[in-house]
Nanobody, 119 residues
Framework: QVQLVESGGGLVQAGGSLRLSCAAS????????MGWYRQAPGKQRELVAA???????NYADSVKGRFTISRDIPKNAVYLQMNSLKPEDTAIYYC?????????????WGQGTQVTVSS
């Protein structure tokens, strides 16, 4: 089984920083991409940042310049550094891993970690 475990969430004031971690039970090199999604109450889950197996990254427009996704392959970990946090960043953040094959794609999800930004 694939397990993804997030940590690092918490309560911060606007302008503060948090670093989220995602620990995978297996080699992250086995995934075509990994990323971070978030879901606020009453909102759809949205992609925040992603990193491909080749190291390419992409970000939601709302977090560009503030968030950075990175990985540590030997540690099977993915991180999300969040700076200049805003109240609208408040959400549950989920780690995602995607594996593609001929039959399609399969997604794996962590349990989520709460990020709350106060004004």
């Amino acid at each position: 089984q694939v397990q993804l475990v997030e940590s690092g969430g918490g309560l911060v004031q606007a302008g503060g920083s948090l670093r989220l971690s995602c620990a995978a039970s297996g080699s992250i090199s086995s995934f075509n991409a990994m990323g971070w999604y978030r879901q606020a109450p009453g909102k759809q889950r949205e992609l925040v940042a992603a990193i491909t197996g080749g190291g390419n990254t992409n970000y939601a427009d709302s977090v560009k310049g503030r968030f950075t996704i990175s990985r540590d392959i030997p540690k099977n970990a993915v991180y999300l550094q969040m700076n200049s946090l805003k109240p609208e960043d408040t959400a549950i953040y989920y780690c995602n891993a995607r594996r593609r094959d001929i039959m399609g794609s399969r997604d794996y999800w962590g349990q989520g970690t709460q990020v709350t930004v106060s004004s």
